[in-house]
């Protein structure tokens, strides 16, 4: 397969700016993926898809306010967006500024020199944390100075409210620098609903990076690199994948993270506790192994994210779930709605 069999034409109209007022109420496509029909609900209605004894698995890692500016010696301007939070002292960020920035170059917030530019590889920068700083580490930093860190194609800056409205509703680990956004849908009533239903959940955690948004840009699919991200999946979580599955019942992943940290639990052919980082690429015959039902909002063209999804749920069918919901009018990306393939 070519990079370009994963490109699609949006409208940019069906972009999402903003999220539904209240979570449950957005779009749901479930494709079937057996037989390959699409049928179209509200999100609300997942109990109803779904049956007593099957288990969402859902990621509980909490977007840290990643983004936010500092000033060169010589004046110019700098955003810096964390991609990881090394220790107390030291991160990797993105930076972007009018003139390159160098190595050894020290940045100030608020007149006070606060880090210097340590090193470089390839588009991450490594900043350290100033002796003479009365901040104590990047933590006190980020909350003074940063906020949520959107998305480059929701074109507005961060809101107060997208403090709470980027932030599923079970977040709990500080460590992404992008929302799981298939759980944004989730609300306490429905949470409500769901165990009513009899519908089991778990969490496990993966530290989302700005990795997630990257372009596919070597000629060969297979060339492409994952940044690594750092996951963490329990015994608990694994034994209870496998007494669901045992039973013939179906085990969700809520959101590609979710995929991708359980998948990287699963790479010894069996599901196994995973603590670590991962860098784990799914395109393709992957074979799947942990789980076998997948709720996620609609990605971007020629995106790793595009490239599992087409692999869990078939190419062919992906693809043609695609083009309906831009017919249907569907609302993509971050804010927007979401596809259930079972």
Known sequence: MQLDDFNFLLPEELIAQYPCSVRSSCRLLYLHRDTG??????FAELPKLLAAGDRLILNDTKVIPARFYVTKLTGGKVEVLVERILDSRRLLAQLRASKAVKVGARLLIGGEVVCAVASRSADLWELTLA???DLKDWSEILRRCGKMPLPPYIRRPAEAADEDNYQT???EH?????APTAGLHFDEELFTALEKAGILRNFLTLHVG???FQPIRTAKIADHHMHAEYAEVSEG???AIKQTLAVGR????VGTTTLRALESAALSGELKPYHGD???FIYGEHQFRSCNALITNFHLPKTTLLMLVCAFGGYEAVMRAYREAIQERYRFYSYGDAMLIA
């Open 210 to 212: 700005m990795g997630t």
């Open 250 to 253: 179906r085990v969700v992943a």
């Open 237 to 239: 979580v694994c034994e």
């Open 278 to 280: 991962t860098d784990i």
């Open 174 to 178: 500080d460590g992404s620098v992008a």
């Open 131 to 133: 002796e003479n700083t």
């Open 169 to 171: 509703v079970y977040a």
């Open 37 to 42: 029909e699409i049928t179209h609900h509200t």
